[in-house]
C-alpha cells in the first residue's frame, strides 16, 4: 500500500453515543508541519473527533492513519507512544509539585527520582531554548503563571518527543502577551517538522495562527481550506449555516448621571488576600469592563459585591444611591442585583434538575408564583419559561428537560435568561461566554448591549480580552488585585491595556 503523505489523515470516523451521533463520515487531513485548527459550534462533534484520534474513543466506523499507516489505538497510551500529545484545556498539573517532577511524571519517572532529576532539567533547558519558552523549573507550579503552567504543559509533550501535538482551547486563560509569546512557540515547533492541531473557538486566532482549518457543523466536516484568503466572517457563517453578525451596538446613546453602583476605598476582609482595596463607579446605561488574566483579584471581586456582609471589612459599597454593606445576597437580589456566575455548573445551575426548576432558581419565594405564598404556580413557572425558551432560543426548549443534558451554549443561555427576567438594575456578568460557541456569544453578546441600553449598568468581568473591548464603554484593568489602567472607550488600545494585564507599563 503506498503511504499517505499527510502527517494526519480520518477517513469516514462514525461514533455514536446511545442515541446521539456525534461524528459522521469525518474525513480531513493534516499535513506535516503545519498548525491545523479545529473549529465549529458547541456540539458540533470537533472534540469527539479529537478524541478519537487521541485514541480516548475508539470509532464506530472509519480509519486512521498517522504517517501514511493505518493506526488502531487501544487507548491514549497507544497514541502516546506513537508520538500524540494533547495538552487539555484544564492543565494536568501536580501543583505542588515543580516543573521538572511533572514532566518526570508525565514521562513515566517517580516524582522522587533524584538520580534523574538533574538529567531531565539539563533537557528542559535545551528544550526551552529551543523553543523560546520560559518557565521556572524549579517552583511549584500552583505558584506559577497560567502561561507558564501551560508551557510546561507543552514541556511534558516535547519532553518525551511527541511529533503531533493536539491543544483545547490553548488561549483561554491568557494575557495578549502570552498569547504573542504562544504563537510565536507553535510557529517555531511547526518550522521544526511538528505538527499541532488546535481546537478553539476564537476565528481571529485561526485567521492569526494557523495554515489550514477544518470545520465541524452537525457532527460533519462542512468545510476543510487554507486559512490564506479566509476572513472570520466567512468561518463563522461555515460553522453556523448563516451569517453571523459581529455588531458592537452600533451608535451608543452616553450613559447617565445615575450611579448604579459604588465602591469607596472598598477593603476586602483578609481571607480575600489576593484583592486590594477597590473604588470604582458606574452609571446607569453604561457597561463597565474589567479586564485581566484569571487570578488576579477578579473572582475575589465578585465574592465581595455578592456577599459584601461577609466579605467588606471598611469603606463603601452602594447600589442605587443605597448601602449595602450589610446585605446578604438574597437581599442584594431583591436590591436589583443580577448575576452569570463565573461557573455556570457549580454557582448558576442544578444539573439534575428539569430546565424549569433551574428557571425558578432565585425565584422561588417570589410572589408570582406562589399562590396563598405556599402552592408553587407550575402553570404560570412553565408559561414564562416557554416565553423564555423561544426569546432566548434555548435548546430543547421543553421544560422538563434535563439542565445537565444541554449544551454549554444552552446551559448559559438558560442561565441570561433567568437572571433578566426580573429585568434587573444592576448585572454583574462574570465570564458571560466562557465555553460556548459562537451562535450563543452572538445572542449573550446582544442581551448585554440590549440591557445597557434600557438603562441598567453592567458590570462586565472576563478574562477574554476581545469580549471586554467589544461591549464596554469604559474599562479597568486588574492585576494583581488592583486596578492598574482606566480607559475610556475611545482611548481602547489592545497593546496597551495587554501590556498592563501581564503586569508591564502601558
Not at 213 to 232: H, N
Not at 390 to 409: H, M, V
Not at 427 to 455: F, K, W
Amino acid at each position: 500500500m503506498q503511504k499517505n503523505s499527510s502527517q494526519i489523515e480520518l477517513r469516514g470516523i462514525r461514533k455514536v453515543f446511545g442515541e446521539v451521533v456525534a461524528n459522521e463520515d469525518v474525513s480531513f487531513s493534516v499535513r506535516k508541519g503545519s498548525i491545523h485548527a479545529i473549529v465549529g459550534e458547541n456540539g458540533a462533534g470537533k472534540s469527539t473527533a479529537m478524541k478519537v484520534l487521541y485514541g480516548q474513543y475508539a470509532p464506530d466506523a472509519g480509519e486512521i492513519f498517522v504517517g501514511g499507516e493505518k493506526v488502531s489505538w487501544r487507548s491514549p497510551a497507544d497514541a502516546i507512544a506513537a508520538g500524540l500529545g494533547m495538552v487539555h484545556q484544564h492543565f494536568m498539573l501536580a501543583g505542588c509539585h515543580d516543573a521538572v517532577d511533572n514532566v518526570m511524571l508525565a514521562a513515566g519517572g517517580s516524582a522522587f527520582g533524584v538520580l534523574d532529576y538533574k538529567n531531565a532539567r539539563v533537557r528542559l533547558e535545551s528544550l526551552m531554548k529551543e523553543f523560546h519558552m520560559e518557565a521556572r523549573l524549579g517552583v511549584p507550579v500552583d505558584r506559577l503563571s497560567v502561561g507558564e503552567q501551560q508551557r510546561i504543559e507543552i514541556l511534558k509533550l516535547l519532553y518525551r518527543d511527541s511529533s503531533i501535538l493536539i491543544l483545547d482551547e490553548p488561549t483561554a486563560v491568557l494575557a495578549p502577551s502570552e498569547i504573542d509569546a504562544l504563537f510565536a512557540t507553535l510557529r517555531g515547533m511547526a518550522a521544526s517538522g511538528k505538527t499541532i492541531l488546535i481546537i478553539t473557538h476564537k476565528l481571529k486566532e485561526v485567521i492569526a495562527l494557523a495554515d489550514a482549518v477544518t470545520v465541524f457543523r452537525a457532527g460533519r466536516v462542512v468545510g476543510e481550506r487554507p486559512v490564506k484568503g479566509s476572513t472570520v466572517s466567512e468561518l463563522a457563517s461555515l460553522m453556523v449555516g448563516r451569517n453571523v453578525s459581529f455588531d458592537t451596538g452600533g451608535e451608543r446613546q452616553p450613559p447617565g448621571s445615575d450611579l448604579v453602583l459604588e465602591l469607596r476605598a472598598a477593603q476586602p476582609v483578609k481571607k480575600l488576600e489576593r484583592l486590594g482595596s477597590m473604588s470604582f463607579r458606574l452609571h446607569a446605561g453604561e457597561i463597565l469592563g474589567v479586564a485581566g488574566v484569571e487570578g488576579n483579584g477578579q473572582t475575589e471581586l465578585i465574592q465581595l459585591l455578592l456577599h459584601p456582609r461577609e466579605n467588606l471589612e471598611s469603606g463603601l459599597y452602594s447600589l442605587l444611591g443605597n448601602s449595602v454593606a450589610g446585605l446578604r445576597s438574597r437581599e442584594l437580589r431583591d436590591a436589583g442585583l443580577a448575576l452569570f456566575p463565573e461557573d455556570r455548573l457549580n454557582e448558576a445551575l442544578l444539573l439534575s434538575e428539569s430546565c424549569e426548576d433551574n428557571f425558578l432558581l432565585g425565584h422561588q419565594r417570589d410572589s408570582g408564583y406562589r399562590r396563598q405564598g405556599v402552592l408553587l404556580d407550575r402553570f404560570s413557572l412553565r408559561a414564562d419559561f416557554a416565553r423564555a425558551a423561544e426569546e432566548f432560543d434555548i435548546r430543547p426548549g421543553t421544560p422538563q428537560a434535563i439542565a445537565g443534558t444541554l449544551s454549554g451554549g444552552n446551559q448559559q443561555k438558560l442561565v441570561v435568561a433567568r437572571e433578566l427576567a426580573s429585568r434587573p438594575r444592576f448585572l454583574l456578568a462574570a465570564q458571560p461566554t466562557r465555553g460556548v460557541d459562537i451562535v450563543a456569544i452572538e445572542s449573550i453578546h446582544a442581551r448585554i448591549l440590549e440591557l445597557r441600553q434600557s438603562g441598567s449598568g453592567v458590570l462586565l468581568i472576563s478574562s477574554e480580552l476581545d469580549e471586554v473591548l467589544k461591549l464596554s464603554d469604559r474599562l479597568l484593568v486588574l492585576y494583581r488585585g488592583r486596578v492598574v489602567g482606566s480607559f475610556l472607550r475611545k482611548e481602547f488600545d489592545e497593546k496597551k491595556i495587554g501590556l498592563l494585564m501581564a503586569g508591564g507599563h502601558a
